[in-house]
């Protein structure tokens, strides 16, 4: 008998699960058929850490909210967030137990240095929140979104295949979404009012989605010009860049489109090489005419009737329609309230993640709008700037702009230092896809989602380790230059 239990205990056990599985599902109880899949995750975390990720990065564009669906108002993302505080714990056990888990230079980078400071300062206005709760909830959010996808993918990406399967991964999964978009948009004539839903229920909405296409954009157009790659996969890259550029401009998402030319201008500053001091004269210089000539300027914008239409000249024309346009009124409404929010509470702000259940009250009447609420439930700041200004204060702000900083300023040194080749095409890649979201995040703020936090994260970690590859070698572009010229 224990022989025979020793040979045959696999067959036995599935036996023992269907009939039980089978009782089960005869009384109307279905949580059993999730066993197979957490001795999957089980297995995964202790085995296949690398594939574990990898596939959450894929599956991130096809996760689904749980309160979009209606069951029981829980706002977590599936399969992907459970999936994350997983691995999460899992890194933080390790980290506890063994403390190497991430390579120590990754710790010193200024960039993890900018992160970890964001998260001490979020960590310590959680304590005289207005709602602490909900404060712990959202700093919670944003630990499993950096352990994973910054910590972790840093981790995995010492391999430098695991870059390349990270861009494609997200980029698949986001393809079929933007195929799948597509195909529902169609059967309505690619009109504009449908574009706000037919995303549904992969996307909240257009505006979330229009921003995550413009992510891969850059990946995309690098990888269809990568040399080390086949020719089917440069057809690939191709073809996803068709196609998420037809997602992008049938999302009718105005701020995705301004995020992508914004990242078209930083490129076009870099490729011709134009220096920081001579951007800054011009960006001072072009501030000040716009601040000396706001009243005409407004007055110019008040004028704009233009407003959201199926006609994408006069789409984009309504990005300045500060009169009628209902979206970009009740976008100042949202600025206004978070600035008056952060006058009254300039340190350490009402708290993270407090913004939508705080702004009603400090809504002024003159700024009120037609989708306005008298709770204000429906939404946050509409800036990933200001939100943090009125949730954690004149701080919150600075160390926003001091981790886009250490990221753009690693990222442009390290593109200028190396020749052409995959590791800069990857950190260009990598650097767009964050400056169309910087962009963008003027404009609105989807940090909280797992579909923003996944390119985010591991764009920045992509960034970090090419940048600690490289650091001992020297200016490989000048080599280069001065190589050509004493051959000549």
């Known amino acids: 008998m224990v022989r025979a239990l020793k040979t045959y205990w696999i067959p036995a056990v599935c036996v023992v699960f269907t009939v039980l599985n089978a009782l089960l599902i005869a009384h109307d109880l279905f949580w059993l058929n999730l066993l197979p899949a957490a001795l999957l995750v089980a297995w995964a975390l202790v085995a296949a850490t690398d594939k574990l990720l990898l596939f959450i990065v894929f599956a991130t564009p096809l996760s689904v909210n749980l309160e979009q669906l209606d069951l029981g108002g829980i706002g977590i993302a599936v399969p992907t967030e459970p999936l994350m505080v997983a691995l999460m714990l899992l890194f933080l056990l390790k980290l506890a137990l063994e403390g190497r888990v991430v390579d120590p230079q990754i710790w010193r980078h200024p960039v993890t240095v900018a992160i970890l400071l964001q998260l001490a300062w979020m960590a310590i206005c959680t304590l005289p929140s207005s709602m602490p709760m909900v404060s712990v909830k959202y700093l919670t959010a944003r630990l499993w979104f950096v352990c994973t996808m910054y910590f972790l993918a840093a981790r995995i990406f010492s391999d430098p295949r695991n870059i390349h399967r990270f861009f494609w991964c997200f980029t698949a999964g986001l393809s079929l979404v933007v195929a799948y978009t597509l195909v529902q948009h169609a059967r309505y004539g690619f009109a504009e009012d449908p574009a706000h839903w037919v995303m549904s229920p992969f996307f909240k909405d257009h505006t979330s989605y229009g921003a995550i296409i413009a992510f891969l954009i850059p990946f995309t157009i690098m990888a269809a010009g990568l040399g080390s790659y086949s020719r089917t996969r440069r057809s690939l890259a191709l073809m996803a860049f068709l196609l998420l550029l037809t997602g992008l401009v049938f999302s009718y998402t105005r701020a995705a489109w301004l995020g992508v030319a914004g990242a078209a201008a930083v490129f076009a500053i870099m490729r011709l090489r134009i220096p920081a001091w001579a951007v800054g004269i011009a960006a001072t210089v072009a501030g000040g005419l716009v601040w000396a000539n706001m009243e005409q300027i407004t007055i110019?914008?008040?004028?704009?009737?233009?407003?959201?239409?199926?006609?994408?000249?006069?789409?984009?024309?309504?990005?300045?329609?500060?009169?009628?346009?209902?979206?970009?009124?009740?976008?100042?409404?949202?600025?206004?309230?978070?600035?008056?929010?952060?006058?009254?509470?300039?340190?350490?702000?009402?708290?993270?993640?407090?913004?939508?259940?705080?702004?009603?009250?400090?809504?002024?009447?003159?700024?009120?709008?037609?989708?306005?609420?008298?709770?204000?439930?429906?939404?946050?700041?509409?800036?990933?700037?200001?939100?943090?200004?009125?949730?954690?204060?004149?701080?919150?702000?600075?160390?926003?702009?001091?981790?886009?900083?250490?990221?753009?300023?690693?990222?442009?040194?390290?593109?200028?230092?190396?020749?052409?080749?995959?590791?800069?095409?990857?950190?260009?890649?990598?650097?767009?896809?964050?400056?169309?979201?910087?962009?963008?995040?003027?404009?609105?703020?989807?940090?909280?989602?797992?579909?923003?936090?996944?390119?985010?994260?591991?764009?920045?970690?992509?960034?970090?380790?090419?940048?600690?590859?490289?650091?001992?070698?020297?200016?490989?572009?000048?080599?280069?230059?001065?190589?050509?010229?004493?051959?000549?």
């Open 300 to 488: 110019a914008m008040g004028r704009n009737q233009a407003e959201s239409h199926d006609d994408l000249a006069q789409h984009v024309s309504s990005i300045s329609n500060i009169r009628s346009d209902a979206s970009n009124l009740e976008r100042i409404n949202r600025w206004n309230s978070a600035l008056r929010m952060f006058e009254e509470k300039p340190v350490t702000g009402w708290g993270p993640g407090t913004y939508m259940f705080q702004y009603a009250p400090f809504q002024a009447a003159r700024d009120r709008t037609i989708i306005s609420t008298n709770f204000g439930l429906v939404g946050n700041a509409h800036s990933e700037f200001l939100g943090p200004l009125a949730e954690q204060g004149l701080p919150g702000l600075l160390l926003v702009l001091l981790v886009v900083g250490t990221i753009s300023w690693t990222a442009v040194r390290l593109w200028s230092k190396l020749a052409d080749g995959e590791d800069r095409r990857l950190v260009g890649a990598a650097f767009l896809g964050l400056v169309s979201y910087f962009v963008h995040g003027l404009l609105n703020n989807y940090l909280d989602l797992d579909k923003a936090s996944v390119p985010f994260w591991g764009f920045a970690a992509v960034i970090v380790v090419l940048d600690l590859k490289h650091r001992m070698q020297p200016d490989q572009r000048n080599l280069q230059v001065s190589k050509a010229r004493s051959s000549k």
